[in-house]
T-cell receptor, first 113, second 116 residues
Framework: GQQLNQSPQSMFIQEGEDVSMNCTSSSIFNTWLWYKQEPGEGPVLLIALYKAGELTSNGRLTAQFGITRKDSFLNISASIPSDVGIYFCAGLRGIQGAQKLVFGQGTRLTINP | GAVVSQHPSRVICKSGTSVKIECRSLDFQATTMFWYRQFPKQSLMLMATSNEGSKATYEQGVEKDKFLINHASLTLSTLTVTSAHPEDSSFYIC????????????FGDGTRLSIL
């Protein structure tokens, strides 16, 4: 199935550094979502974006819905050890009642204390 | 609190066994539930969309007779992996949506299925 192009695939950073990851698509999405997944668990919703150009924050996390509706980025400021995990972008497409999520390949974040 | 409850969290069984996984919506009546499969170090791939009171819609390449889905109530969907084989070993995750507008999906904690 179609996937979004998410980059980078992995990041190794020092605690306290800022993190940036993004997703691009050749198709338009009407909603962009960012999830975090920890080992052995399901994804947890971090931020939902509903309008082109929208910039939304959730604590140290900030995400934007690209103006073309074909991309989104997620920034994490001042990273801490509990930020470790896999971050997935997801685009929602389709009409109400028949909507599907398409996921990016994920960005694995590792933090050195 | 949790929005979705998935059970069991882990299953280990012999080849040829059928395994049933339950997904319950705890916070709202979920007209639509989704079943995903995730192989190690890979992303989530949608298997099927489960609609309450009607037949599930399967994604291309997913065998409907292999992965039986029942969505008999607004709070419960089940996925049965029939005659499971080692290649069916994976992490199966459900999600729920209230079907209203563009509400995001909330995911269960997943079921780790290991077929020996």
């Amino acid at each position: 199935g179609q996937q979004l192009n998410q980059s980078p695939q992995s990041m190794f950073i020092q605690e306290g550094e800022d993190v940036s990851m993004n997703c691009t698509s050749s198709s338009i999405f009407n909603t962009w979502l960012w999830y975090k997944q920890e080992p052995g668990e399901g994804p947890v919703l971090l931020i939902a974006l509903y309008k082109a150009g929208e910039l939304t924050s959730n604590g140290r996390l900030t995400a934007q819905f690209g103006i073309t509706r074909k991309d989104s980025f997620l920034n994490i400021s001042a990273s801490i050890p509990s930020d470790v995990g896999i971050y997935f972008c997801a685009g929602l497409r389709g009409i109400q009642g028949a909507q599907k999520l398409v996921f990016g390949q994920g960005t694995r974040l590792t933090i050195n204390p | 609190g949790a929005v979705v409850s998935q059970h069991p969290s882990r299953v280990i069984c012999k080849s040829g066994t059928s395994v049933k996984i339950e997904c319950r919506s705890l916070d709202f009546q979920a007209t639509t539930m989704f079943w995903y499969r995730q192989f190690p170090k890979q992303s989530l791939m949608l298997m099927a969309t489960s609609n309450e009171g009607s037949k599930a819609t399967y994604e291309q390449g997913v065998e409907k007779d292999k992965f039986l889905i029942n969505h008999a109530s607004l709070t419960l969907s089940t996925l049965t992996v029939t005659s499971a084989h080692p290649e069916d070993s994976s992490f199966y995750i459900c999600s729920v949506s209230n079907g209203q507008g563009r509400q995001p999906q909330h995911f269960g904690d997943g079921t780790r299925l290991s077929i020996l």
